[in-house]
């Protein structure tokens, strides 16, 4: 079992960044690939960013290409995801979640373990 927990989000004016950060439970963090997706109120959950286990691969969703950034830290069971130059548009809840794999995913549903989510609300 993994437990996720999500911290960092808030309110911030457009333009402005934010620095999110999901802590993992058990010692098998450096095995899986993470992911980072969001849900707008009334919208369905999308994908945001992924990295693979060893850090060496990642990518992103074109909406925040750019301007936000996945990292992880296998020694802290930590991952992050720094979000500049944020839009109204990025207001939603943020979640991370854990792949039973090593290899980066942008599909929800190779991800087994997910957080409880933060809030992100950029405004105008």
């Known amino acids: 079992q993994v437990q996720l927990v999500e911290s960092g989000g808030g309110l911030v004016q457009a333009g402005g960044s934010l620095r999110l950060s999901c802590a993992a439970s058990?010692?098998?963090?450096?095995?899986?690939?993470m992911g980072w997706f969001r849900q707008a109120p009334g919208k369905e959950r999308k994908f945001v960013a992924t990295?693979?286990?060893?850090?060496?691969?990642?990518y992103y969703s074109d909406s925040v290409k750019g301007r936000f950034t996945i990292s992880r830290d296998n020694a802290k069971n930590t991952v992050y995801l720094q979000m500049n130059s944020l839009k109204p548009e990025d207001t939603a809840v943020y979640y991370c979640?854990?792949?039973?794999?090593?290899?980066?995913?942008?599909?929800?549903?190779?991800?087994?373990?997910w957080g409880q989510g933060t809030q992100v609300t950029v405004s105008s």
């Open positions: 979640a854990a792949a039973i794999r090593p290899y980066e995913s942008d599909d929800y549903k190779l991800y087994a373990y």
């Open positions: 058990g010692r098998t963090f450096s095995s899986y690939a």
């Open positions: 990295i693979s286990s060893s850090s060496y691969s990642r």
